[in-house]
C-alpha cells in the first residue's frame, strides 16, 4: 500500500524547531522558520547542544549577514503570498516596512545573492502556489486568482504559462493523470 504525504513545510519546520528549544530548555521567540531570538545568554554547553541537535537533523544556524537577510526576504514573500489579507499596497513597501531596510538594499542584497530579482522570486513562488492549489484543493481558477490577489484570472493564466510553459488546466490535467497512474 502507497501513502501520499501532504504537509504544511511552515508547521513542520515551526514543530520541528519548538519541540528542539524546549527541550533544551531555552527561552526564545520564534519570529519565523528562519528567525528565532533567544531571550537568554547561552552557556557554551546549552549552544554546542542547540547546535548538536539541529545539526542531526540538517539543520544549521546561518552566521552570514547576507545569507540570512536573504532567507528573511524569502520568508516574508511567502508569507504575503499564503495571506495576503495580513498586507496591503506593494510588495516593496511591505518588505521594506517589515525588515527595516530601504527596498533598494533589499533588492540588491538580494539579487546579488540569488542571481535573480524579488520580483521574479515572487512571480515564482506564487506560480508554486497556484501549482500547490490546482494539485491540492478543488479551487477554481477564479477562487485561486482571488486567493492570491491576482487581477484576474486571464493574468493568473498568462503568468503560469509564461513561467512553466503549460496553461493552468493542461498543468492540473497532466497531474491528475499522474496521480491516476499511481494508484
Given at each position: 500500500?502507497?501513502?501520499?504525504?501532504?504537509?504544511?513545510?511552515?508547521?513542520?519546520?515551526?514543530?520541528?524547531?519548538?519541540?528542539?528549544?524546549?527541550?533544551?530548555?531555552?527561552?526564545?521567540?520564534?519570529?519565523?522558520?528562519?528567525?528565532?531570538s533567544i531571550e537568554e545568554e547561552l552557556s557554551h554547553e546549552k549552544q554546542a547542544a542547540l547546535i548538536d541537535a539541529l545539526?542531526?537533523?540538517?539543520?544549521?544556524?546561518?552566521?552570514?549577514?547576507?545569507?540570512?537577510?536573504?532567507?528573511?526576504?524569502?520568508?516574508?514573500?511567502?508569507?504575503?503570498?499564503?495571506?495576503?489579507?495580513?498586507?496591503?499596497?506593494?510588495?516593496?513597501?511591505?518588505?521594506?516596512?517589515?525588515?527595516?531596510?530601504?527596498?533598494?538594499?533589499?533588492?540588491?542584497?538580494?539579487?546579488?545573492?540569488?542571481?535573480?530579482?524579488?520580483?521574479?522570486?515572487?512571480?515564482?513562488?506564487?506560480?508554486?502556489?497556484?501549482?500547490?492549489?490546482?494539485?491540492?484543493?478543488?479551487?477554481?481558477?477564479?477562487?485561486?486568482?482571488?486567493?492570491?490577489?491576482?487581477?484576474?484570472?486571464?493574468?493568473?493564466?498568462?503568468?503560469?504559462?509564461?513561467?512553466?510553459?503549460?496553461?493552468?488546466?493542461?498543468?492540473?490535467?497532466?497531474?491528475?493523470?499522474?496521480?491516476?497512474?499511481?494508484?
Amino acid at each position: 500500500m502507497t501513502f501520499f504525504v501532504k504537509y504544511d513545510f511552515n508547521t513542520l519546520c515551526k514543530t520541528f524547531l519548538e519541540t528542539h528549544l524546549n527541550a533544551l530548555g531555552i527561552s526564545y521567540t520564534l519570529h519565523s522558520i528562519n528567525e528565532i531570538s533567544i531571550e537568554e545568554e547561552l552557556s557554551h554547553e546549552k549552544q554546542a547542544a542547540l547546535i548538536d541537535a539541529l545539526k542531526k537533523c540538517g539543520v544549521g544556524i546561518e552566521t552570514d549577514k547576507k545569507s540570512t537577510l536573504v532567507d528573511r526576504i524569502k520568508n516574508v514573500v511567502d508569507g504575503m503570498l499564503r495571506d495576503s489579507s495580513q498586507t496591503s499596497g506593494t510588495l516593496s513597501t511591505y518588505l521594506s516596512e517589515t525588515l527595516h531596510y530601504s527596498y533598494a538594499h533589499l533588492s540588491a542584497v538580494f539579487s546579488e545573492s540569488t542571481y535573480t530579482s524579488i520580483e521574479n522570486y515572487a512571480i515564482l513562488r506564487r506560480v508554486d502556489l497556484v501549482k500547490e492549489y490546482l494539485c491540492n484543493t478543488d479551487l477554481t481558477l477564479t477562487e485561486i486568482a482571488f486567493k492570491l490577489d491576482y487581477s484576474s484570472v486571464a493574468h493568473l493564466s498568462g503568468q503560469f504559462k509564461k513561467t512553466t510553459g503549460l496553461t493552468p488546466s493542461a498543468f492540473k490535467r497532466i497531474m491528475n493523470k499522474k496521480q491516476t497512474q499511481n494508484t
